[in-house]
T-cell receptor, first 112, second 114 residues
């Protein structure tokens, strides 16, 4: 079956670094996305990984290991505005009509 | 830029009533999706479309119907609303065939069924 696991909640301190993990088991794999979702708002795209390794975008980085079915999102120099839910999503097939499966999200709280 | 627009933003229905949620995108995207988001369950795919005139079932299609008569619009219908359909509904669109194309989401429709 299809399964994506993330921690439900995490707390971190302003200015620190936090790593949000995601493990997945899907019938196929054609890329992994991370989205940010502030409370009451729409998800917004953060990053995409399809090959093993680290992708860096400013304060945010995302890592993928396809052999382990594992990804993480790394947030550096945390700011209060980073308090949000972070959604891991996997594209499960190579066809253009492939669906994207979402995890339940990790709610990150930043304390001063 | 409008992006993805959902109408209405809020709605309260009584059990058994019907309604249609409208999603419109102005990015000429081929692919459109309807999700529902419930506490602790993440985004679950209801139906999706890979182009004008096509629709397909997602994970949780029961109780919903969809239509994609025009490329820019994707309609989600509830024929006979049930309390279990109380949720936040998100529409998304995606352009191109490249695998790295992300989905763009609307602001959501908050639907309560009494």
């Amino acid at each position: 079956g299809q399964n994506i696991d993330q921690p439900t909640e995490m707390t971190a301190t302003e200015g620190a670094i936090v790593q949000i993990n995601c493990t997945y088991q899907t019938s196929g794999f054609n890329g992994l996305f991370w989205y940010q979702q502030h409370a009451g708002e729409a998800p917004t795209f953060l990053s995409y990984n399809v090959l093993d390794g680290l992708e860096e975008k400013g304060r945010f980085s995302s890592f993928l290991s396809r052999s382990k079915g594992y990804s993480y999102l790394l947030l550096k120099e945390l700011q209060m505005k980073d308090s949000a839910s972070y959604l891991c999503a996997v594209r499960d097939q190579y066809s253009s009509a492939s669906k994207i499966i979402f995890g339940s999200g990790t709610r990150l709280s930043i304390r001063p | 830029n409008a992006g993805v627009t959902q109408t209405p933003k809020f709605r309260v229905l009584k059990t058994g009533q019907s309604m249609t949620l409208l999603c419109a995108q102005d990015m000429n995207h081929e692919y459109m999706y309807w999700y529902r988001q419930d506490p602790g369950m993440g985004l679950r795919l209801i139906h999706y479309s890979v182009g004008e005139g096509t629709t397909a079932k997602g994970e949780v299609p029961d109780g919903y119907n969809v239509s994609r008569l025009k490329k820019q619009n994707f309609l989600l219908g509830l024929e006979s609303a049930a309390p279990s359909q109380t949720s936040v509904y998100f529409c998304a669109s995606r352009g191109g065939t490249a695998s790295n194309q992300p989905q763009h989401f609307g602001d959501g429709t908050r639907l309560s069924i009494l």
